[in-house]
């Protein structure tokens, strides 16, 4: 029996894709060998003798530790089963960034690894705070891979409670602070969100020991914490409805996002946008005018 009409015009060309990607993996690959030079790579010059730019592909597959045909037949985009360990070789004599990397990777068909900040920590740090202060006067703050706060703006200070005195961690912060405690009033609701999307957080670095030290010190702080990770949630952040009970303007609705940034994996920006006709923006707007300012500098311990 033939196909319909709209079963041929839907049906995923599966084989198409996957010629484009064998052809774009090809077309990749001869353009980063092309701009390595033998000097890059430590090969010899070859006494003088003249010779297209770049490397061979026979020297790609030396300086990689792979077969010349092998080599050959992944350029050439052949059906062959290529690993992590040999694309990251490749990589390496290619001498590709992090963003090149995992494009190979893609382009061979392999799960690309979690991108790596190829800068230094101060990288768009001024910027990114630029970035939170223009978003006043709604709350906004700036998050480590491990949901330390790198800095706040002072919309967070006076609405979400944040202040230099309490430990500087948004995990920690959720479940032991009692001034965000007080004023989160779906906190029973958002938790065992918070609590799987941190673990998702960690499934992106496996290894790292540094989450393991804050679920450890946190489980023995707070055995609500304790209860909620040991039902091994995970959950991708994205957006959640934040609703607030604020000591000097009353209820507050915030949808709070997530963004992350390219160039910085290790960060995360979380802005707090009010949500439509709840009455929040001209609360905060209020609250960070100066007659709002005086009356809340008795209200952060509240």
């Known amino acids: 029996m033939s196909a319909s009409p709209t079963e041929v015009s839907t049906a995923p060309d599966t084989r198409g894709a996957k010629s484009r990607r064998r052809q774009e993996l090809r077309e990749f690959l001869m353009s980063r060998r092309a701009r390595v030079s033998p000097a890059d790579a430590g090969l010899p010059d070859g006494g003088g003798r003249r010779r297209t730019p770049g490397l061979r592909r026979e020297e790609v597959a030396v300086l990689a530790g792979v077969g010349a045909s092998w080599y050959q037949w992944l350029e050439q985009g052949r059906d062959i089963t290529v690993s992590p360990q ?3 070789a490749v990589a390496r004599v290619l001498r590709l960034t992090d963003a090149e990397r995992r494009h190979l990777y893609v382009l061979a068909g392999l799960n ?51 202040r230099p005195d309490t430990t500087q961690n948004c995990l920690v912060t959720f479940f032991t602070d009692p001034v965000y405690r007080a004023r989160l009033a779906n906190w029973e609701e958002n938790a065992r969100c918070v609590v799987a999307q941190f673990r998702a957080a960690w499934s992106e670095r ?52 997530q963004l992350r940034v390219p160039a910085r994996p290790d960060l995360t920006i979380i802005m707090h946008n009010p949500v439509a006709d709840s009455g929040t923006a001209s609360k905060v707007e209020w609250l960070n005018s100066p007659e709002g300012r005086r009356g809340g500098m008795t209200s952060l311990a509240g």
């Open 206 to 257: 496996p290894d790292d020991e540094g989450f393991q030290e804050i679920v450890t010190d946190l489980s023995g702080r707070s055995p609500e914490f304790a209860e909620l990770w040991a039902r091994a949630d995970v959950c991708r952040g994205g957006q959640m409805v934040k609703e607030m009970e604020h000591p000097l303007i009353g209820a507050l609705r915030f949808e709070s996002t």
């Open 86 to 88: 040999v694309v990251d």
């Open 112 to 162: 690309p690894p979690l991108p790596r900040t190829e800068h230094d920590g101060e990288y768009l740090r001024e910027g990114l705070h630029r970035l939170i202060d223009a978003w006043m006067p709604n709350p906004a703050e700036i998050l480590d891979a491990y949901w330390n706060i790198v800095a706040y703006n002072e919309s967070a200070a006076l609405v979400l409670g944040f």
